[in-house]
């Protein structure tokens, strides 16, 4: 099992940025594709980004696309989710997830392909 710790969170204004970071603590962590999702209050979970595990391939919900960017560095063991633009709609909570793979190009969207969950960091965006 993999432990994932997101942070970065926080307040800001619509239009502003923020960088959300996902350390995990996988040995092989660049086996793990990684995912981003997001739940808002009363709303079902929904999926933000994802990375393989090369880094070489990135897919985006049409919501966040051109304003939010996945990225990774294997050796620290880290994913990012860098964040322009915030509009109040992007106000929730942000999970990391985490799918073992041998796959070097899968970077999918489904929450039920992740195995491992960090606990979330929350966003809010004022208006």
């Known amino acids: 099992q993999v432990q994932l710790v997101e942070s970065g969170g926080g307040l800001v204004q619509t239009g502003g940025s923020l960088r959300l970071s996902c350390a995990a603590s996988?040995?092989?962590?660049?086996?793990?594709?990684m995912g981003w999702f997001r739940q808002a209050p009363g709303k079902e979970r929904e999926f933000v980004a994802a990375?393989?595990?090369?880094?070489?391939?990135?897919s985006y919900a049409d919501s966040v696309k051109g304003r939010f960017t996945i990225s990774r560095e294997n050796a620290k063991k880290t994913v990012y989710l860098q964040m322009n633009s915030l509009k109040p709609e992007d106000t929730a909570v942000y999970y990391c997830?985490?799918?073992?793979?041998?796959?070097?190009?899968?970077?999918?969207?489904?929450?039920?392909?992740?195995?491992?969950w960090g606990q979330g960091a929350q966003v809010t965006v004022s208006s």
């Open positions: 990375i393989s595990s090369s880094g070489g391939i990135t």
């Open positions: 997830a985490a799918r073992f793979t041998v796959s070097l190009t899968f970077a999918g969207p489904g929450a039920g392909d992740y195995r491992d």
């Open positions: 996988a040995r092989t962590f660049s086996m793990y594709a």
